[in-house]
């Protein structure tokens, strides 16, 4: 066996995915899964780490010790599914929490301490697989895309997988073998900030509140006119961009809007600048499966789904056999794989660095 274990921690900030797999002969066995909630002062305070603030070098440390100690419990809960052991685990590849990213200036931060991981969870853990990326001239993101090509690409089609996080993101796995991909913009991070503010929820369940809205066209307009739609790849975003503020400067500029139909907009928004980046970069995709939460919101999936046309048909990555909820998790799982092998991680046509790299750092247990 050749046993590893995956920890994502992505941007809508609630919690923490693990899972177990087995990559032996070149397969992907997911052995278990665990999902293990963030504490709501927490979550706070990594929302709070997101922007400038007081005394945030000292905060961002606690958090990260407060992290790995999640992270520890979630691995603990993925062995606890089977008879493996630590001992029996090559290596635990774990994102850590993004609170900036701007390789433009040379850098993308996720907080983390791997070390305390390491020593709480007595298994190498291997960590921040974004920086040398950057360091290579790249964006540093998405580094999914070589997985999802090696998970889900089929020589002589044309596939796209499509995570709707909270950022929303796509891999072109192309019909010729090549693979291009980049972040399409916000997924869940708005429709998450517009129903928390509005109504006290998380999120948006199936897109329920939306359902009872209506779109109001010139607010998907202003917001579609955002330059970073237009932008040519290589690119990836995050919260620095698309955060309320940024929002709440749209809505200032228009009548004011039924909260409702700010939603029904914010979800429309992700259907559409994902399906156009899908039809400009992908025309000859014939399938589209889509993994991250945003594949548990029936709305937003419908109006995908209308965006894309009857030619492309849409499904979840179960219809490739893994569960939409688990793609990221696997994904770390297989660049602490690739870490281990001394293979590159990542793709330069897809984040736009100088070459290949093997991505991460080892913190030896
Ligand atoms: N039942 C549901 N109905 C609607 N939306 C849901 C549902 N379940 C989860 N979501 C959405 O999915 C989000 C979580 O998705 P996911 O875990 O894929 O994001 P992430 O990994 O944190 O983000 P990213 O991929 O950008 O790093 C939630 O914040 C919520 O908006
Ligand atoms: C900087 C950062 O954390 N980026 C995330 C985020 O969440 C989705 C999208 O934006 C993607 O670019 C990336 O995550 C996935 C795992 C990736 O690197 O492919």
Redesign the pocket.
Known sequence: MSLYIGL???????GV?GVLVDFWGGAARTMAAAYTPFPDDLRAELMALQSAGDNELEREALAANRLAGLYAQCVAATLAQTEMKAADVRAVGVHGQTIRHRPELGFTRQTNNPALLAELCGIDVVADFRSRDVAAGGQGAPLVPAFHRDLFGQEGRTRVVA?I???ANISALHADGTTTGFDTGP??VL??AWIGRHQGR??????AWAATGAVIPALLASLLAEPYFALPAPKSTGRDLFHPAWLDAQLARLPAAAPRDVQATLTELTAVSLARAIKQHAPRADAVYVC???A??GVLMRALARELGDAVKLETTDALGVAP?RV?ALAFAWLAFRFNERLAGNLPAVTGAKGERVLGALYPR
Request: glycine share 28%.
């Open positions: 994502m921690s992505g941007t809508s900030l609630d995915d995570n996080g909270g950022i997924g869940n429709m998450d998380p999120y948006d369940a199936d897109g991250g939460g945003g548990c919101n909820n990221e």
